[in-house]
């Protein structure tokens, strides 16, 4: 039988914590023989209110059963005051699940900026406090993971979740950049999509549905992103739940490449729009496209057709 993946002597932040994807990952890493920083705010999926409440019952239940843990009621906002906490409790931090999250759901049409504000600031703001605070921590002993929580809603859209979709979509890019700036210092940043029955999702779901998609299914890819012998996947985008694991990546067409002059309109571009939006023989990018060598070949070309 093959080994457990165990994270002992390691300290584990995870950001909304108190309950849905969060509890479940705290319970499992804290089994797994970690310290784990249990950070919730407590407050409602809007966003509203606040209570110490939803973070302590998760770390009692990781105390009764043997394990390490400490509960932290910031928000995220306040991220550099989580990873104080666990630097003050266990002296370290090693990994950190970016996954403490609210909805504002309403059609654009209706949108306050209120709905938006907060929402890019509970997401966008809350992982990069986060992850700033912890990042000097990771440099220095050449050892971080990170997970970022993106959403189907934020890579394929979903009516009345602009706000949302903004914020998870952002959650890619971050984690793109991340992943490049932390290479070097072996911090790997990934970042997922899941779907996990929570209070989140428990309104827009039937019940049959919500029993296949417990949150304990979302965890053992988080768990393998984020094990010490993970040594390479970084900057990797998945989905997760329900038994369903698969890696996401952008696709490019085979594209239109016209001479740059003139005679590059409007008209042009029509005339080959076929080729612009055809995939049959793709690419892959997992950077810009090279440019430089597009442009020579351009510069090459005669004019193009009207
Ligand atoms: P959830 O509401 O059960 O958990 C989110 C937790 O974050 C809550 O306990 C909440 O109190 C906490 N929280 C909210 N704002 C906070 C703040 N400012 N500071 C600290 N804690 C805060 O929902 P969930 O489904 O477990 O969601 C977890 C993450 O997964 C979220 O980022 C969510 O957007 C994302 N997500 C979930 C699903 C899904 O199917 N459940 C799908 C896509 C993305």
């Keep these: 039988m093959a080994e457990q993946l ?72 306040s991220g550099n005051l989580i990873i104080d906490a666990a630097i003050k409790a266990f002296g370290r931090i090693d990994i950190l699940l970016n996954n403490a999250g609210i909805l504002r759901d309403v059609s654009f049409k209706n949108m306050k ?98 029993e296949n998609l417990r949150p304990q299914w979302v965890v053992p890819l988080v768990a393998v992103l984020v094990h010490k012998s993970n040594t390479s996947e970084t900057g990797g985008i998945f989905e997760v739940g329900g038994g369903h694991t698969a890696k996401l990546r952008w696709q490019r067409s085979g594209g239109l490449l016209l001479k740059a002059d003139d005679s590059y309109t409007p008209g042009a571009i029509l005339k080959k729009w076929n080729k612009v939006v055809d995939f049959s ?6 950077g810009p496209n090279d440019f430089m060598t597009l442009l020579e070949e351009s510069m090459k070309m005669g004019p193009n057709e009207q």
């Design 113 to 210: 900026d209120a709905d938006w504000d907060l929402i890019i600031k509970v997401h966008v703001k809350g992982a990069y406090k986060c992850a700033r605070a912890a990042w000097p921590h990771f440099r220095k002993q050449k050892f971080g993971r990170v997970i970022n929580t993106a959403s189907a809603a934020g890579l394929f859209g979903s009516f009345g979740q602009t706000n949302y979709s903004a914020a998870k979509l952002a959650m890619v890019g971050f984690t793109e950049t991340l992943a490049k700036e932390g290479a070097k210092y072996n911090i790997l940043c990934n970042v997922i999509a899941p779907i996990a029955a929570s209070r989140m999702t428990e309104t827009v779901m039937p019940p049959d549905v919500l």
């Design 6 to 77: 165990r994270f002992d002597g390691q300290v584990v932040v995870v950001t909304g914590a108190g309950g849905g994807l969060g509890k479940a990952y705290a319970l499992f890493f804290a089994s797994r023989g970690a310290s784990v920083v249990v950070n919730d705010l407590g407050g409602s999926f809007k966003g509203e209110g606040n209570s110490n409440k939803a973070a302590d019952v998760v770390v009692d239940e990781i105390k009764a059963a043997g394990g390490k843990a400490v509960a932290n009621y910031n928000s995220v906002e």
């Design 281 to 286: 023989d793709p690419q892959y990018p997992t």
